[in-house]
């Protein structure tokens, strides 16, 4: 294994992931939400994984982000809904505290099984393309259902901290490295779910909370949810455009394709329903 491969897909995952927060706290949850969660670690995770796993592995470990997506999904719904339901004498911290080892446990749990039950499908012959095309639907489908009614998401007043900043680059550069050494050890499933390990989604929750109370990051989970379908379209797409193309060519293909065919649409439609949303609560 080339030790320099997984520095440079982490230190460029760790550069890269910095950015989101910031889009976030200037534009709002919703448009900071779409626009921050286009596909940036994925990309060079999926370098790293078809570079020290060959093409079969690089397959089988794009196949299963959209899935990872709807896991990441289901991570962010904890962050949406579980906060209204703490005891209201918590504090901010605690309920923080509460909030991000719950999305965590269920992150990881519902992972493992997520992971058990494709290996299943693919020892059954279901292709990966069918299991990636799967995974897409029912991300979509959650992300379109939680963004019908958004909640507020203003843009942030107060800045959030070049530490916790910091802290969010080294969280997902550790997260991309890890994803590319798994590769290298021949296990590809686990290696995909780990390159989609929710640390954007995690630190963007987390430093918003801190730096702006709860509303912001409460108001972009629905947004980011339709957003990360990016990641997934992303993961299809390069699944053909990688080996045919090239890891350079291949990964502009799947970047360019992921963004035209769903972020910006996906953006249409949070931009509407956040609208409408505003305009049932005016009345």
Excluded at 65 to 85: E, H, R, T, Y
Excluded at 113 to 142: C, K, R
Excluded at 259 to 265: A, E, F
């Amino acid at each position: 294994m080339e030790v320099q491969t997984v520095l440079l897909a982490a230190l460029m995952a760790g550069i890269v992931a910095t950015a989101v927060t910031v889009l976030i706290e200037k534009y709002g949850g919703v448009i900071g939400g779409i626009l921050g969660t286009i596909p940036t670690t994925i990309i060079p995770a999926s370098i790293g994984m078809a570079s020290e796993g060959g093409d079969d592995a690089l397959i089988i470990s794009l196949a299963i982000v959209p899935a990872g997506m709807l896991i990441n999904a289901i991570f962010l719904s904890v962050w949406a809904l579980l906060p209204d339901k703490l005891p209201k004498t918590w504090s901010q911290d605690t309920s923080l505290i509460f909030t991000s080892l719950s999305s965590l446990m269920i992150w990881a749990g519902v992972g493992l099984l997520t992971i058990y039950i494709i290996d299943i499908a693919i020892e059954n012959n279901l292709s990966p393309i069918h299991i990636s095309v799967i995974g897409f639907v029912l991300v979509v489908t959650l992300g379109s259902l939680m963004c019908w009614n958004l909640k507020p998401a203003p843009k942030g007043e107060n800045k959030v901290s070049k530490m916790i900043l910091t802290a969010r680059g080294i969280v997902a550069a550790t997260a991309i490295g890890i994803a590319v050494l798994i590769s290298s050890l021949g296990m590809p499933l686990l290696a995909g779910l780990a390159s989609v390990f929710p640390a954007i989604f995690l630190t963007s929750m987390i430093a918003l909370w801190l730096a702006q109370g709860p509303s912001v990051p409460l108001g972009a989970a629905g947004p980011m949810m339709m957003g990360g379908a990016s990641v997934a379209m992303y993961s299809i797409i390069a699944m053909w455009s990688l080996i045919e193309y090239g890891l350079f060519v291949g990964s502009v293909i799947a970047w360019i394709g992921s963004i035209t065919l769903w972020s910006v649409p996906s953006f249409v439609f949070v931009n509407w329903r956040a609208k409408v949303t505003m305009s049932h609560e005016n009345d």
